[in-house]
Every structure is written in C-alpha cells, then in structure tokens.
C-alpha cells in the first residue's frame, strides 16, 4: 500500500507542489528532502520535474537505462520523464493559499518554507 504526498514549496503568488505516490511516511520523505533538497533552489528543481512515483537522493539518472520501470538505485521517478506520462497531467500545481493545497487529499505535506522543509498532517505542523 502507499504512503502518498504532496511536496511544495512557498513562493509570492502561493504554493507550487507535486503529488508522490510512494514512501511519503516522514521517516522515509524528511531525511531525504532534508540531505539532498535543503535549498530553495533544489527544492523548486525537484518539483519542477513534476509528479512522482518516488522521490530519492539524485533528480538525474547516471545510465541511459533508467525507467520507471527500470529505475536506477537512488533516483527519483517520475511519471513524464520515466513513465513518458502527459506533462499536463503531471506537471506542478499552484495553489493559492495552504488551505486549498491541504485539500489535495494526501497523507502527508512537505512544504519548503521559511527556508526549510516543514511537515503537515490533516493540515497541521507536525
């Protein structure tokens, strides 16, 4: 079964965020958004790739073999990149407040925010 989630971050105009299918439990998601996605600038790149089957330490493949349903160890998989699924399907959402982005009906929330990963359960800081 699947631990689903959404990762954002804050920008002026709202929150741009992506949906993860897999492994959104904080003891699996923190640690790696924590060590490998600690800035506002990586952060905005790995969502910039869009939606997720799962996310990891490295955002780029090292083999031409990587896939969705091939990945390589460590990688994150996406749905349009690894799974050639629609970029309009998948691409990042914005929403305008928090409000409307925890209505997304995921388990958890990972927002980077005030220059750090902030998690949220049933819309509350956790």
Not at 35 to 50: D, M, P
């Amino acid at each position: 079964m699947s631990t689903n989630s959404s990762i954002a971050i804050k920008q002026d105009d709202g929150y741009k965020a992506i949906y993860c299918h897999w492994d959104g439990y904080p003891s699996y998601m923190l640690p790696i958004l924590n060590g490998s996605y600690n800035t506002e600038e990586l952060a905005s790149k790995l969502i910039s790739f869009g939606d997720a089957s799962s996310i990891d330490t490295k955002l780029e493949p090292t083999t031409e073999t990587h896939s969705f349903d091939s990945p390589e160890e460590g990688v994150c998989v996406f749905y349009h990149r690894d799974r050639n699924e629609d970029w309009n399907h998948n691409k990042p959402s914005l929403y305008l407040t928090k409000s409307e982005l925890f209505k997304h009906g995921v388990d958890w929330f990972y927002i980077f925010e005030d220059g750090q990963w902030n998690v949220y359960k049933d819309g509350k800081k956790v």
